[in-house]
């Protein structure tokens, strides 16, 4: 009935299993929705078919209008439609969200305050979610002129997968619009992840780095700006620049580069987005003046600090001190220990049967959780020997994986 996608930085692998909330985006398969000249014939019956209607909506926005209602239909999208006022029915992003956020809770589950088109919940008390219900966008002609446009990067093949793995609608208005309530936003984040992949050792590290600045020195209040943000000025710069020039003693240049991109976005307040062009990513950030102001003062500074301008940086401060056997220690393990779990959450799903519950005697399991429990086990110890104050098994493992 669904596809599920884990998206934002652990979709693109760059952050720990709880180092940061898990963005997933949930895909309901039963409702396709066309651009103007797609035709819906080639959609068996129990399809909803949707039409985008962009029209006095923002650039890569769009209202959806029923074509056809199929056979088998998700209540939560069946109760979300509206009158367009003449006669027409609408798809609300607005009631779409409301009506997940109204499903019943998982044991262990606190849901949240819904913050835009996502539904963010904690479970357990420290796994923190923000799920996102979206449909899928049949987009031939949007996919197709991003797919034509001159470029060094990414290579013919991972341009094609981009466009096979098509485009998605998030229930999201265009802040301001009168639509806003029935206005979905378009996005491609299967295809995101396939170009973060396609990405050299210098531009991933480069993105990370633009991330802890965000993080450790800009410190942005309410998403003014964000890893979105700073992921597409280095697709931008990807595209635009030979990918030889992308190489481990430019790092430091191609960062200075990247801080000068965001600095004009914050003056300008424009920023194209890489997908579609025509939509500003800078339009709705709700910078105010004064942060304008200092963020474009600190940036500023930065950018004439040169090299010496990492230092701000706490984890890289951290790396540069620190003894470098224990560091390495320290990581091969925390490394393990993800690796190990998720290889657990895989079987997990294998050894669930039909009414949840799951078979703790199944070998694989079992070999795994004793694994984990001396990975746990000798943190522990090492941390002991050290002088440092060791709480739980659990408090261990939870610090690991953060």
Known sequence: MSTWIITGSKGEGLSSFLESDQDQMIVNNRVFCLED???SCAFPGEITVLRSLSRRSYHGHCRLLLERLGTTIHRHVHGAFCDDGYGRELLS??????????????????????????????????MHGDY???????????????????RHWPPPEAV?????????????????SEYQHVE????FNA??????????DTQT???????????????????????????????????????????????????????????????????????????????????????????????????NEGPKMILRLPKIRKSLIAHPEPLRWYSGRRIELELLWLMRLNRVAICRDENGEIDHTDAILQALKRRINEVV??????????????????????????
């Not at 992003?93 to 835009?116: C, F, M, T």
């Not at 090492?382 to 610090?399: L, Q, T, W």
């Open 205 to 303: 590290k480069l993105y990370v780095l633009l991330k802890m600045i965000k993080n450790d020195v800009l410190h942005p209040r309410m998403k003014e700006v964000t890893s979105y943000t700073l992921k597409n000025i280095i697709l931008w710069m990807a595209e635009n620049n030979p990918q030889a020039s992308f190489h481990k003693k430019s790092i430091l240049q191609w960062l200075h580069e990247a801080l000068d991109a965001l600095r004009v976005a914050l003056i300008t307040l424009e920023l194209p987005y890489y997908m579609i062009p025509e939509r500003n990513l800078m339009a709705t950030s709700g910078l105010d003046v004064e942060q304008q102001r200092t963020w474009i003062s600190t940036i500023t500074d930065m950018l």
């Open 132 to 150: 996102v219900h979206a449909l899928h966008y049949y987009c031939p002609n949007i996919l197709s002129k991003w797919a034509a446009r001159p």
């Open 160 to 176: 094609q997968r981009v466009v096979s793995l098509g485009a998605f609608l998030t229930p999201c208005g265009f802040k301001g």
């Open 184 to 187: 979905w936003r378009v996005c």
């Open 377 to 402: 086990t000798d943190v522990g110890m090492r941390m002991i020997m050290e002088g440092s104050r060791v709480a739980n098994a659990d408090a261990i493992f939870i610090r690991l994986l953060m």
């Open 37 to 39: 000249d797609v035709k």
């Open 93 to 126: 992003s607005d009631l779409y969200v409301n009506n997940w956020s109204n499903e019943d809770l998982l044991e262990g589950e606190v849901r949240h305050e819904r913050a835009g088109p996502s539904i963010p919940s904690t479970l357990l008390g420290h």
């Open 191 to 200: 295809g995101e992840i396939e170009l973060i992949s396609n990405f050299n």
